[in-house]
Nanobody
Framework: VQLQASGGGLVQSGGSLRLSCAASGEIFGISVMGWYRQAPDKQRELVASVTSGGLTNYADSVKGRFTISRHNAENTVALQMDSLKPEDTAAYYC????????????????WGKGTLVTVSS
């Protein structure tokens, strides 16, 4: 399974960006899709996630500013980021928890390459 992310860039504080991610390959099911980020000299952290049933989870730091959405049939996930702050600057990574086989109860994590988001003050 490959994850292809796009949409990063440079934006001023208060601006908006939209990240998109598409999963491709032999996919037997995806339980959770999400976005993580990693700033320089910091650990990777969860930004937002969404289950196949539509349940969402957000980091406290982005609640009310970011919105995650998912299209199950197309295996895509998007992250709308509004009211961006300089502290949102990081590499953003798409993640999918993918079923290992058609009858399997095992899931594994697949990661996309990071897309850089830079917010200037």
């Amino acid at each position: 399974v490959q994850l292809q992310a796009s949409g990063g860039g440079l934006v001023q504080s208060g601006g908006s960006l939209r990240l998109s991610c598409a999963a491709s390959g032999e996919i037997f099911g995806i339980s959770v899709m999400g976005w993580y980020r990693q700033a320089p000299d910091k650990q990777r952290e969860l930004v937002a996630s969404v289950t196949s049933g539509g349940l969402t989870n957000y980091a406290d730091s982005v609640k009310g500013r970011f919105t995650i959405s998912r299209h199950n049939a197309e295996n895509t996930v998007a992250l709308q980021m509004d009211s961006l702050k300089p502290e949102d600057t990081a590499a953003y990574y798409c993640n999918a928890r993918v079923r290992a086989g058609p009858e399997s109860g095992i899931y594994f994590d697949s990661w996309g390459k990071g897309t850089l988001v830079t917010v200037s003050s």
